[in-house]
């Protein structure tokens, strides 16, 4: 299947933790998070604190990379925060990390498939995604 196009970005944590500081956690997650994301972010804040741990925020900063590297992958179609999910890998069933694309709109062009590679280390989180027709 041909390449549509290939995103990447790369997010500084002390970053996205000083807006989170400023703009509230909750007001944030709610922006860019699909449903699904929000409800797995709402039992993961439960456990570990809203945004004063690093695991709060590193789940926040993964998503809005990969959301970020999949919107430039995509381009010219720009897709809205909440129409892309992203699954973590599956420790249990060893399944990869997963991108879930569902546009609002159907009318978006050829179907698409993405593909995603996420990594962090210590204040950095990056995200690379290739879109292809499906």
Do not use: C
């Not at 299947?1 to 703009?23: A, E, K, T």
């Not at 973590?88 to 069933?93: I, L």
């Not at 009318?107 to 995604?129: E, F």
């Amino acid at each position: 299947m041909p390449i549509l196009g290939i995103g990447v970005d790369i997010l500084h944590l002390p970053r996205l933790i000083s807006l989170l500081s400023r703009r509230g956690t909750k007001a944030f997650a709610t922006r860019i998070l699909s449903s699904q994301e929000l409800q797995t972010f709402q039992l993961l804040a439960e456990r570990h604190g809203e945004v004063k741990t690093g695991r709060t925020a590193q789940f926040l900063g993964v998503r809005w990379a990969v959301k970020e590297a999949v919107y430039k992958a995509l381009y010219p179609i720009r897709p809205a925060w909440k129409e892309v999910t992203y699954l973590s890998f599956n420790g249990v069933t060893g399944e990869k990390p997963t991108l879930v694309y569902r546009p609002i709109h159907h009318d978006v062009g050829p179907a698409i498939k993405l593909h995603v590679s996420v990594s962090h280390d210590g204040d950095y989180v990056y995200a690379q995604v290739i879109a292809e027709s499906a």
